[in-house]
């Protein structure tokens, strides 16, 4: 069974960091397509930061420069790096794999994903 199960989130400062875990079962972490969702209250969803099976990273332009995405082969975990957060970082973030999918495109695959974890960043 394929599960995806996510961490780190939390409380912390404007210009803190925090780092989130996905630990993945059932397939490895450097098998598929890979990705940072998250939404706010009353928002739509947004992809924060993706790796394909391959290791290329693409970021949104909100997250640039301050968030990093990379994966833990030993311990078979997504992880994303937020540094300098702010404010409107906050939401809740989602771990999601595009199951079959190498590169983060293309057709005919079924995406899994995370129960979510709340990140609160105050001003």
């Known amino acids: 069974d394929v599960q995806l199960v996510e961490s780190g989130g939390g409380l912390v400062q404007a210009g803190g960091s925090l780092r989130l875990s996905c630990v993945v079962s059932g397939f490895s972490v450097s098998t598929y397509c890979m990705k940072w969702y998250r939404q706010a209250p009353g928002k739509e969803q947004e992809l924060v930061s993706l790796?394909?099976?391959?290791?290329?990273?693409g970021y949104a332009d909100s997250v640039r420069g301050r968030f990093t995405i990379s994966r833990d082969h030993a311990k078979n975990t997504l992880l994303l790096q937020m540094n300098s957060l702010k404010p409107e970082d906050t939401a809740n973030y989602y771990c999601?794999?595009?199951?079959?999918?190498?590169?983060?495109?293309?057709?005919?695959?079924?995406?899994?994903w995370g129960q979510g974890t709340p990140v609160t960043v105050s001003s």
């Open positions: 999601a794999a595009d199951a079959t999918r190498t590169f983060c495109s293309g057709s005919g695959y079924y995406t899994h």
């Open positions: 790796i394909s099976g391959y290791g290329n990273t």
